[in-house]
């Protein structure tokens, strides 16, 4: 089995009280291919401008990511500059280009079409919708989006939350988008505008999932190293969506062990700037941490 991601391909300059970083390889989709790619194979479609570093992609593709539908565009690239503060849970972005992904028009291989799981990662509602459209039969559609799109595209997110099967939103989103603070009550919601499941990720404080057959929540891996939580929501997806391509199951058994995944993968996200960690991962480590956890937890 295979995932396609839509997302972007970014150069990010990122600030932590560990340090800066300038122009390094991010981007949700990326993020999430770093961690899908552990468990299946990986279609990345998204937009680059020319000035895209040449080294990059050939890092995307000696990590043995599908690149067929990474256009390359006259323009500048996407870029992204953040800054984290305090307890390194929320980053405040400084500067935003959008460059040639503000006329994004995903295309696709007819090969790639075929497709069963997908996940939409966070960019435009309407680029979203552009490329499921597109798609002939899903099996399994993630979405994820962002305050801006839930305040300045709300009608299109509506939208498209009704053809999806799974919304994955941090806990700020669930809130906006439901109205309501409380955790659970913001799921139930969510889940009446389409989605069958539901993902709020809370940061240090782990995941929550609902569906109506039942509730499951799981605490953050526990670490001191916390450098630079960029992407970590992604690699979390990443992991949760690839698990769940391999074993083309979907009961509670495969949701809980995607979910464990995807927590274990993002732990190791965030204990370095940008892909430093997640680069070099291996399914075996994944699966050492992810024992290590369950000790933890005690199940």
């Known amino acids: 089995m295979s995932v396609i991601v839509l997302g972007t391909v970014a150069l990010d ?61 006259k323009g500048k690239s996407f870029k992204w500059e953040g800054e984290y503060r305090g307890d390194l849970n929320t980053a405040f972005t400084l500067n935003t280009e959008f460059g040639v992904l503000s006329a994004f028009k995903p295309r696709v291989s007819e090969e790639e079409k075929k497709i069963k799981h997908i996940f939409l990662a966070n960019v435009d509602p309407d680029i979203q919708r552009h490329l499921l459209e597109r798609m002939y039969s899903p099996h399994l559609v993630g979405l994820d989006s962002m305050n801006y799109w839930i305040n300045n595209k709300r009608r299109s997110l509506l939208g498209l939350l009704k053809k999806v099967d799974i919304y994955v939103a941090n806990d700020q989103e669930a809130r906006a988008l439901s109205q309501e603070h409380n955790l659970i009550k913001a799921a139930k919601y969510l889940r009446s505008l389409g989605p ?64 464990l995944y995807g927590t274990i993968a993002a732990s190791f996200n965030i204990e370095d700037f940008g892909l430093n960690k997640t680069a070099n991962l291996s399914l075996h480590s994944l699966e050492e941490r992810l024992n290590r956890f369950r000790n933890i937890v005690m199940f």
């Open 13 to 73: 300059t990122v600030k932590t009280p560990f340090g800066t970083r300038k122009h390094i390889l991010g981007g949700s989709a990326v993020h999430f291919a770093m961690s899908a790619r552990l468990f299946t194979k990986v279609s990345l479609v998204a937009i680059i401008g020319r000035d895209f570093p040449a080294k990059y992609i050939k890092f995307l593709r000696k990590k043995g990511l599908i690149l067929t539908s990474l256009i390359i565009e």
């Open 196 to 259: 069958s499941m539901i993902l709020i990720k809370k940061g240090e404080h782990g995941v929550l999932f609902y569906c109506d057959k039942f509730i499951f929540s799981l605490p953050a891996y526990p670490t001191d190293k916390v450098i630079d939580p960029t992407g970590a929501g992604d690699t979390f997806a990443g992991a949760f969506m690839g698990y769940l391509a391999k074993v083309n199951k979907i009961n509670t058994t495969s949701l809980k062990k995607a979910i």
